[in-house]
């Protein structure tokens, strides 16, 4: 028995080894959106697309932030209102007239959505053909309802674009981290995403990896037209990390992906069921609804996470200090690497040391993200259901 848990432990400690040198540096929070110096002569025109369903409590905050962009450039914006029940297209109206920037506002009503299709990239795609049809823009800034951009924002995006020959770049905004659930969840939520796509991997052309943030992401309307458009991603539910995917893997596309600490979310996280049901809504997609990747997650997610602070206490009541001293040094390790991301949230230093109990909590978000899916219930979001 004593032969297992050291074992296992060690395996733990080797797996860390393994992470911290081996994964892209996927720890780290250096690849941020900088503010540039820009020499660009004649700045390209831009068009944002936000699909936005039920979303007027948070556009007077967010829209305005849009429509306040620094950008000199030619800058307009779309607004799909996703059959809200609300006062959603009324609300961003009012907001562009309160700026007196009414004429660079589109407001599109959305047709019935189609099979086939979900509703964020339905409303995507009709507001994405009808700025081609009229404006045809050089890139396309999409963005969601309840992110509030930095004045700054486009500016550098563009410049980023422009100056390393980018198809698409994108940022991972930062998130709501007030309520504990948030700072005890969320810095989690963005470190396991850098551990499966290293942002250093993605930014790489000579690597396959691709990923980007659906809350802000700036393309190339050449790129988009070059991969079919937004239909060919219209059932997915990880439709940031598809379309990354198809530009980077189509001809070569050059992609960015990075954090942003003054573009953020304002969506509301507060307690344990609002970000359980947000991580459960995509947990199994991303395991492609395997039940073999499902077990080989929760096993995975128990040896790294869960059998260091394990081995750690089980060793010291059994008087094994092999056992203690080893999982001890995988669980410092593994706080080691959650700290970067703990600071970057500015939450406190010992909330690097849960990260055991966190993960804990995601791998029953992930199982309860099947056994939704099982029962007809995967991919719940503004009342529809996504099977």
């Known amino acids: 028995m004593a032969a297992?848990?050291?074992g296992l432990v060690l395996l733990s400690l080797?797996?860390?080894i393994g992470l911290l040198t081996l994964r892209g540096q996927f720890w780290r929070t250096d690849q941020q959106l900088e503010v540039v110096e820009t020499q660009i002569e004649k700045l390209p025109s831009v068009c944002a697309v936000i699909p936005a369903r039920n979303e007027a409590d948070l556009l007077p905050k967010t829209l305005r932030s849009l429509l306040c962009q620094d950008y000199p450039g030619w800058f307009n914006i779309f607004v799909v209102d996703d059959h809200s029940i609300d006062k959603t297209a009324e609300v961003a109206k009012q907001t562009a007239q309160s700026l007196n920037k009414d004429k660079l506002l589109h407001i599109i009503t959305a047709e019935p959505l189609p099979p086939g299709w979900s509703g964020k990239l339905w409303a995507m795609e009709q507001g994405v053909n009808k700025a081609i049809e009229i404006l045809e823009p050089d890139y396309f800034l999409l963005t969601d309802a309840d992110i509030e951009h930095d004045v700054a924002n486009l500016h550098q995006l563009v410049a980023k674009a422009e100056q390393e020959n980018l198809d698409l770049v994108s940022v991972m905004v930062r998130l709501r981290c007030e309520s504990f659930w948030e700072k005890f969840l969320i810095p989690a939520f963005v470190f396991f995403f850098q551990k499966l796509y290293p942002f250093?991997?993605?930014?790489?052309?000579?690597?396959?990896t691709a990923a980007a943030a659906?809350?802000?992401?700036?393309?190339?309307?050449a790129a988009l037209k070059r991969i079919g458009g937004i239909q060919v991603i219209r059932q997915a539910l990880i439709d940031d990390c598809a379309l990354a995917h198809a530009v980077k893997s189509s001809s070569n596309g050059c992609i960015w992906l990075g954090l942003s600490s003054a573009t953020h979310s304002l969506r509301p996280y507060p307690s344990l069921t609002t970000i359980w049901d947000m991580v459960a809504r995509t947990a199994f997609t991303?395991?492609?609804?395997?039940?073999?990747?499902?077990?080989?997650?929760v096993v995975g997610m128990t040896l790294i996470y869960m059998v260091p602070p394990l081995g750690l206490i089980l060793g010291g009541l059994m008087g094994n200090g092999l056992v203690a001293v080893t999982g001890l040094s995988a669980w410092l390790l593994m706080a080691l690497a959650y700290l970067p991301m703990i600071r970057f949230y500015k939450c406190s230093f010992w909330l690097a040391f849960c990260l055991?109990?966190?993960?804990?909590l995601y791998t029953l978000m992930t199982l309860d993200?099947?056994?939704?899916?099982?029962?007809?219930?995967g991919g719940a979001w503004k009342g529809r259901v996504y099977k």
Request: hydrophobic residues 45%.
């Open 4 to 6: 297992i848990e050291l």
């Open 14 to 16: 080797v797996i860390w």
């Open 200 to 208: 250093r991997w993605v930014n790489d052309p000579n690597k396959s």
């Open 214 to 221: 659906g809350g802000c992401i700036l393309i190339r309307t």
């Open 286 to 297: 991303q395991l492609n609804y395997s039940p073999l990747l499902l077990l080989g997650t």
């Open 356 to 360: 055991p109990a966190v993960a804990f």
């Open 369 to 377: 993200s099947a056994l939704r899916y099982w029962q007809g219930r």
